[in-house]
């Protein structure tokens, strides 16, 4: 049975992931809005979003090499983070030249790609550092995970509120008449931040960014496993020399030795082809909201009904591994990501969508973090941060770019941005029949167990205190 961890350690990584997401939560789901607000067509909005993911071609070959053979991971996340805040800040600026004058798009591409090189790597990095802390991953990751999504909820609440005050304080005048004082004395305590902005969901981003770069002097320390060199006999460097040589110093080609496993492969092009269709949901879905009657100020609270849903399939995913084995409880995602493409294209009523919205936890929890979960299990411990990485890479860095190409493209066609006269049954049927594809040739072709569900070994864990 595993030790427990310990307090110090437990809100230190909790801590860690509540500002990575909440970094995400403050600017993902209202970046649709906010562009097309600065004249940006759809088409232009996928090619945003997709050089935003091409950030992660950079993981495996850079981060997860450095990481894993050269620096402390915690020290990378300091430095990415702070290029990232600091990248934040210009964002706004280039989306208003370019609203006014049209000509400046592949400025607005620069900043967006220079910011995607320096956060979206930190996510598997962090996925990496907080395995290498955990005794036992598959019941304790859950836990720490989980302040992911409170941070994610409240900076997409804070965000909401903060652009909504207007009509968030005409309702509290309302439901509270007799609280009118407090609330005005309440209210001018900010009034020096000025009126609320559309810019600032660049601004809380920021602030976070550069909060948990300061923050990661706290994190454990994380130095990288492998094993050097110079540490083998002269005998042993002689017979090994190539190996060594290559091997040692490039994690990357231990973990594609890895990947040529074929349930492995299987599972990482179903994560793949998966990947292609996810941005259908985050270029779409906003504007779908809006279209029902959501305000555009409103939009990112109410998406985060997705983000709450994460909290029980946290809670359950170890009890789901245990009861069901990994085969089920990753086909149990996809199935999730298929109702809930079906609902949108079905034209269904608000409270329908918002189901389908709600799916977020299942949608997520059970796919993406079982494959994280399932690699960590599979790699020595001097590849781990790669290995997260290479997924990264594939998933987030080659295929979501392309999903995001791909969903701008079929946007236009559709008129996802003139919402009147926008068919979005039409957007969302196709990638609920690639979906239900996938998921057959999953069930068909992928092994009961996976190999998640016994451990063939366990790496000591460090405990970083």
């Not at 208003?96 to 790609?113: H, K, W």
């Not at 609270?301 to 009861?323: D, K, N, Y």
């Not at 977020?360 to 001097?382: A, S, T």
């Amino acid at each position: 049975m595993s030790s427990p961890i310990s307090t110090s350690l437990r809100w230190r990584l909790s801590v860690l992931w509540a500002l990575q997401w909440g970094i995400t939560g403050s600017t993902l789901t209202y970046l649709p809005l906010y562009f097309t607000e600065h004249r940006v067509d759809a088409q232009q909005l996928g090619q945003l979003m997709a050089v935003a993911a091409l950030g992660l071609l950079v993981a495996p070959l850079v981060v997860g090499q450095v990481c894993d053979r050269w620096m402390h991971s915690e020290k990378y996340l300091a430095i990415a983070h702070f290029l990232g805040g600091f990248t934040l800040t210009y964002i706004p600026e280039a989306a208003r030249v370019y609203a006014e004058t049209q000509d400046n798009f592949p400025v607005l591409l620069g900043l967006i790609a220079v910011y995607a090189a320096a956060y979206f790597p930190t996510i598997p990095l962090a996925s990496s550092l907080t395995f290498r802390h955990l005794t036992d991953p598959d019941s304790q990751f859950g836990s720490i995970r989980i302040w992911g999504t409170v941070g994610w909820v409240l900076a997409g609440l804070g965000l909401s509120l903060w652009l909504g005050q207007r009509e968030f304080s005409v309702w509290l005048y309302r439901a509270f008449p007799g609280g009118g004082v407090l609330f005005n004395e309440a209210g001018t305590v900010f009034d020096f931040l000025g009126s609320p902005s559309s810019d600032d969901a660049f601004d809380i981003a920021a602030i976070l960014s550069f909060a948990l770069s300061a923050f990661c002097v706290f994190l454990p320390k994380t130095p990288p496993l492998h094993v050097r060199t110079e540490k083998l006999s002269r005998a042993e460097r002689k017979a090994n020399r190539k190996k060594t040589r290559i091997r040692e110093r490039f994690a990357v080609l231990s973990v594609l030795r890895l990947f040529l496993d074929p349930q492995v492969a299987l599972l990482i092009a179903i994560s793949f082809a998966l990947a292609l269709v996810v941005p259908t949901y985050s270029l779409a879905v906003p504007i779908l909201l809006e279209h029902l009657g959501i305000s555009a100020h409103w939009v990112p609270a109410v998406m985060t009904v997705g983000q709450i849903s994460e909290f029980p399939c946290l809670a359950l995913l170890h009890w789901c591994l245990a009861r069901w084995g990994a085969k089920i409880t990753f086909a149990l995602g996809m199935l999730a990501w298929l109702v809930r493409y079906g609902l949108f294209a079905a034209d269904t009523p608000f409270a329908v969508v918002m189901f389908g919205v709600s799916l977020h936890g299942v949608c997520h929890v059970f796919l993406v973090i079982v494959v994280q979960l399932y690699l960590d299990r599979r790699c020595p411990p001097d590849t781990k941060a790669t290995a997260q990485n290479i997924f990264a890479f594939l998933t987030l860095g080659i295929a979501l770019p392309l999903g995001f190409l791909l969903a701008g493209w079929w946007g236009r066609i559709c008129r996802l941005t003139t919402p009147d006269m926008a068919n979005f049954s039409l957007f969302f049927a196709v990638p609920a029949g690639i979906v239900a594809g996938l998921l057959l040739i999953f069930w068909t072709f992928t092994d009961t167990k996976l190999g998640l569900e016994t451990k063939d070994d366990e790496s000591p864990a460090d405990t970083g205190d």
